[in-house]
């Protein structure tokens, strides 16, 4: 695997204003398949980055960039500079007419919003300062979605990218309710049990993190494509029923060997628990999927409504899992 340096955000955010990437790395072949990141390669992504190497064996040339944010990621397939990505792009599909296809659930939306026990319900929260991971970004919609069901409004909203700089802003009373994914939300519960706890939340699946592609890339690379959505089902089919694959696949391919034993302890404790959670679903696409989407980010206000006006072929492409189902079964 080629792993690109992670990009400054300064430095990202100048060029996004520009409209100008990177190319990819001269030395890539022009069958070499360009995979945005818009995050570290860490724990929570291993499982993605397991799939790709699945794939690779199978002759997929690719090359993994990791960007600053989500949208620089997104903004690099938009500009022709990587093919396919990690995200969730349904605003970005809607409002620019880019043809950007979803085309594989990568993980459903499983937050969880947490407080200071001095809060106790969510009406206690009407008009109290709340952060969130960045403008726009899926903490918020979440948020937001929370809000509308609730009945309240948030007060001042600030912005501290990386669950883990939250975690420490919690620990350390900067700020007071955030919205965790599930190990930051077990670490701040572990680490300060009787200074914080967990609000209710949203209880239907929706889409976290989505494998999407210039909808031109997936018809003329249709070998590429068939691959790697047939290696991301056969995985997530495995992980549901065996957590321990994903740090099975990790040692045998010396995965995130610069990361600390005690990280590298936790991987599969971790997928235990999201797989309890049931944030890789098997299913991968389907009309149903997308429903569920449109009316979860509706309601956020990051897509335009009405959800049932919605098509789902303007924003999927559902034929690489169709496909990946005959292939493999089920």
């Known amino acids: 695997m080629a792993l690109h340096q992670t990009f400054n955000r300064g430095f990202a955010a100048c060029m996004i204003a520009a409209a100008a990437f990177a190319a ?13 990141l818009g995050d570290v390669v860490s724990v929570e992504t291993l499982a993605f980055v397991v799939a790709l190497e699945r ?25 022709g500079q990587m093919d396919v990505g990690i995200g969730t792009p349904y605003s970005v599909i809607q ?19 947490v407080v200071s026990t001095e809060y106790k319900t969510w009406q206690d929260l009407n008009g109290q300062p709340f952060t969130f991971h960045a403008r726009g970004t899926a903490t918020e919609a979440y948020g937001n979605v929370l809000a ?27 700020i007071k309710g955030t919205i ?19 609000l209710p939340a949203v209880e239907e699946k929706v889409s976290d993190e989505i494998l999407f592609a210039n909808a031109d890339w997936v018809a003329n690379n249709p070998e590429s494509s068939a691959i790697l959505v047939e290696e991301l089902m056969k995985l997530w089919r495995e992980m549901n029923e065996n957590p321990a694959i994903i740090e099975e696949e990790r040692a045998k391919r010396n995965l995130l060997a610069d990361q600390p034993q005690e990280i590298l302890d936790d991987v599969t404790e971790y997928y235990e628990e999201g797989v309890e959670a049931g944030i890789w679903s098997p299913e991968g696409a389907s009309e149903e ?25 303007d924003f999927w492409n559902l034929a690489p899992v169709e496909a990946a189902k005959k292939a493999i079964g089920g």
Request: glycine share 8%; net charge negative; hydrophobic share 40%.
């Open 148 to 174: 509308a069901r609730e009945g309240i409004e948030f007060g001042d909203r600030s912005y501290v990218p990386g669950s883990e700089n939250r975690v420490v802003a919690l620990l350390n009373g900067t």
């Open 55 to 79: 794939a690779k064996d199978r002759g997929l040339n690719y090359e993994l960039t990791s960007f600053a944010e989500e949208d620089l990621a997104i903004q690099a397939i938009v500009g």
């Open 180 to 198: 965790l994914d599930l190990s930051n939300k077990n670490l701040v519960l572990e680490q300060a049990p009787d200074k914080f706890h967990v």
């Open 95 to 113: 409002q620019t007419n880019v043809p950007l296809r979803n085309i594989f659930q990568v993980s459903t939306l499983v937050f969880f919003p």
């Open 289 to 313: 999927i997308a429903r569920g989407d449109f009316e979860f980010y509706v309601d956020a206000g990051q897509m335009q409504g009405p959800a049932a006006d919605l098509k789902v072929e």
């Open 24 to 36: 990819p790395a001269a030395n890539a072949q022009d069958d070499t398949v360009q995979v945005a």
